[in-house]
């Protein structure tokens, strides 16, 4: 491409990644509407390069309460150029010892996708990259997290996404992926989640979600799928009673496109 046309028709980057943050509505019947911090982000500019954001481990509270506290945390997001000129996005977030009140735990996630745009114009194939969840603690029981790690990495393009999307989600419970009026897939990269077989009405496992009670719903690695973009939150929690508020743990967002 000659220098001159640059200026007008280029390649967008965009690489996103956050360990950990939310808001908060409610403590103990109390109103509160807090914003938990993100303190470790990563984002790149239109025009790539590399951006990287470490977090030695934050507490949070409300109301005289510690909500939420993590260990070290850390965001990256990069371009790179391959032998044929292709541009790579990769983008990770990674989290060590996750705890949220009365006791939620992770010890370790890592969320990872990465975009590869070609020398044609047109989309980035986005694919998912070395993710990693083994286990969420709640109290005295340990759900296991078995991901899927297959699917969205052999899924360039949107129309393979929507259909790896449905198998995925058919094979693992009988139900199809949710969304697409608006142009969005919403999915999930689990495989299975295995409850602890003493847990009784406690804890409720439902496809890629689990209810603990007296606490709320933990959604786990779940994936929004466009033609523009792929965003993956390895932990939103959905935090009902005595706590009411969102909290996402482990996020990353990538896409790449020509322009005009």
Known sequence: MESKDRAVSHY?????ASGAGGTLTEVKDQ????IIPTYA???????????????PGYKYSAN????FRSGPITTHAETMENSAGDSITSVSAEAFDVWVYPSFEIPYLRSHLQAQSTT???MANIRLGNCVLNEIRLGSNVVKVELDLKTFSECDSFEEAIKGASSHRKSATGAP??????????SD????LIPPDKAGDEITVVDNRIYWKNFGWIIVGEILISRQYRRLTMIRLELGSPIKGSIGI???????????
């Open 31 to 34: 109103s509160v509407g807090k």
């Open 64 to 67: 005289g309460l510690e909500i």
């Open 189 to 192: 990269i689990v495989a299975k």
């Open 120 to 122: 044609v114009e047109g």
């Open 12 to 16: 967008a980057f965009r690489g996103n």
């Open 41 to 55: 982000a990563s984002s790149l500019p239109v025009t790539g390069g590399r951006s990287r954001s470490e977090y």
């Open 250 to 260: 482990g996020e990353t967002e990538s896409d790449g496109h020509w322009v005009p």
């Open 177 to 186: 992926a949710t969304g697409g009026s608006k142009g969005v897939i919403v």
